[in-house]
């Protein structure tokens, strides 16, 4: 079992930067492909990034593309999503999510585990 705690949204002005981390605990996650997911009120969850057990090829939404960058510590069991020149539209509940290969990691019913979220408010 593997257990994942994001932290590091909050409020943030238009063309701000947020942090977001993943914190798992449990089982390693060093085999796993993270991902990061999104949910805006009244709106399905999305994918938004995904990044290798090796810290190797990374997968983004279009919507972010150039904008945000997925990491990863294996050693801390920690994945990072740095979020730049943020917009309203990207106001949404974050998710980190753990699956087994980026196919997984891209489709909302792939990923064996989720975090509670933490949510992230752009305003203008």
């Known amino acids: 079992q593997v257990q994942l705690v994001e932290s590091g949204g909050g409020l943030v002005q238009v063309g701000g930067s947020l942090r977001l981390s993943c914190v798992a605990s449990?089982?390693?996650?060093?085999?796993?492909?993270m991902a990061w997911f999104r949910q805006a009120p009244g709106k399905e969850r999305e994918f938004v990034a995904a990044i290798t057990w090796n810290g190797g090829p990374t997968t983004y939404a279009d919507s972010v593309k150039g904008r945000f960058a997925i990491s990863r510590d294996n050693a801390k069991n920690t994945v990072y999503l740095q979020m730049n020149s943020l917009k309203p539209e990207d106001t949404a509940v974050y998710y980190c999510?753990?699956?087994?290969?980026?196919?997984?990691?891209?489709?909302?019913?792939?990923?064996?585990?989720w975090g509670q979220g933490t949510q992230v408010t752009v305003s203008s």
């Open positions: 999510a753990a699956a087994r290969t980026i196919t997984q990691a891209m489709n909302i019913k792939g990923p064996y585990y």
């Open positions: 449990g089982r390693t996650t060093s085999n796993y492909v």
